[in-house]
């Protein structure tokens, strides 16, 4: 089993709708979790930090389930900007190296 | 002004030759990373320093071999290139070692023909 694993999409969304994937990871220790973003032939960019108690910033939100193992990104009202692959981001138990999933790849549509 | 600089953007070079990608942040970061991003879109971690001192060694063919200079700089040195060594290379760099952002820089395209 890979350690961090998502849906590679890609995902077609009509402009406006929402759209909600899960990543899950492997490492019951891992520590800090986070959401990049990576627009095509682009560095990947930090979108945000996954809390323990569920964070949302704007039109993101983002939720951890530790029992579960998988944490999950919300986009509501999406934007043709928010066409992107999207990196699920785990740090192991000591929280120094992050481990990155395949990305699932979004595809906002008029 | 640019966080995370890489130098070449872009490097073709043929088997066997050696090449240098360069890295440089101006973040005051303790910590920065190399990366390898595949064609199928993985991203791997291969190395990190923090404070110019080597923490995180993944298992890399030892035909690569970080160099930090300062805390500011991480270069990367690859010997004896071979067609699998073609990918995108980011540096990236970040506060600390534990939970932090990691700021990436655009990337090294290397293709090795």
């Known amino acids: 089993r890979k350690e961090v694993e998502q849906d590679p999409g890609p995902f077609n969304v009509p402009e406006g709708a929402t759209v909600a994937f899960n990543c899950t990871y492997s490492?019951?220790?891992?520590?800090?979790f986070f959401w990049y973003r990576q627009d095509c032939r682009k560095e990947p960019k930090l979108l945000m930090s996954?809390?323990?108690s569920g964070n949302e910033d704007g039109r993101f939100t983002a939720q951890l389930n530790r029992a579960s193992q998988y944490i999950s990104l919300l986009i509501r009202d999406s934007k043709l900007s928010d066409s992107a692959t999207y990196l699920c981001?785990?740090?192991?138990?000591?929280?120094?190296?992050?481990?990155f999933g395949g990305g699932t790849r979004v595809l906002v549509k008029p | 002004d640019t966080a995370v600089s890489q130098t070449p953007k872009y490097l073709v070079t043929q088997m066997g030759n050696d090449k240098s990608i360069k890295c440089e942040q101006n973040?005051?970061?303790?910590?920065m990373y190399w990366y390898k991003q595949d064609s199928k879109k993985f991203l791997k971690i291969m190395f990190s320093?923090?404070?110019?001192?080597?923490?995180i060694n993944e298992t890399v063919p030892n035909r690569f071999s970080p160099k930090s200079p300062d805390k500011a700089h991480l270069n990367l040195h690859i010997n004896s290139l071979e067609l699998g060594d073609s990918a995108v290379y980011f540096c990236?760099?970040?506060?600390?070692?534990?939970?932090?952002?990691?700021?990436f820089g655009p990337g090294t395209r290397l293709t090795v023909t």
């Open positions: 990236a760099s970040s506060l600390g070692t534990s939970g932090y952002e990691q700021y």
């Open positions: 490492n019951s220790a891992s520590q800090s």
């Open positions: 996954v809390y323990s």
């Open positions: 981001v785990v740090t192991g138990a000591a929280g120094n190296k992050l481990t």
């Open positions: 973040l005051g970061h303790d910590t």
């Open positions: 320093y923090n404070n110019k001192e080597l923490i």
